[in-house]
């Protein structure tokens, strides 16, 4: 780095309340939960759990649920799969895929907890994320008062 690149500085700016938004039933460093090639997926699906208990108005919408969790552990072993053909001295694939769907479990849980707690009207938010005409995965919940 020179000279120039350390006396550079930068500012921070606060998340306004569409950041907040934005980032409900993402975890961040789990990439992208729509991808349905990494662990975002199985972490967004415990975020909604999650959130559903935290907001009593809502429930998972159950065979959405069911489809996207098949697809989750099925890509999750089968990366699984082959990181044991590559490296044999690893873990069984088996213990791999129970060892991340009980991360991203843990994950999606806290990261739901998090936004409860530090989100304003987190619980309206939910119907904008997972509901009937969700941005991230429509039809996971739908509100009891419907």
Request: aromatic content about 8%; overall charge positive; proline content about 3%.
């Amino acid at each position: 780095m020179g000279k120039r690149d350390s006396q550079r500085t930068h500012k921070l700016r606060r998340c306004t309340r569409a950041d907040q938004s934005a980032g409900i039933g993402r975890e961040v460093g789990y990439g992208d939960p729509t991808d349905f090639k990494n662990e975002g997926l199985l972490a967004a699906l415990a975020y909604a759990n999650e959130a559903v208990t935290l907001c009593p108005e809502y429930s998972i919408v159950s065979d959405t649920h069911k489809l996207l969790y098949s697809m989750a552990v099925q890509s999750a072993l089968s990366s699984a799969i082959k990181y044991k053909e590559t490296y044999p001295r690893s873990s069984p694939a088996s213990e791999a895929v129970q060892t991340t769907l009980a991360w991203t479990k843990s994950a999606g849980e806290k990261a739901a907890q998090s936004d409860r707690a530090n989100i304003s009207g987190f619980c309206t938010e939910l119907d904008d994320v997972f509901g009937e005409k969700g941005r991230l995965f429509p039809n996971l919940v739908s509100s009891k008062r419907a």
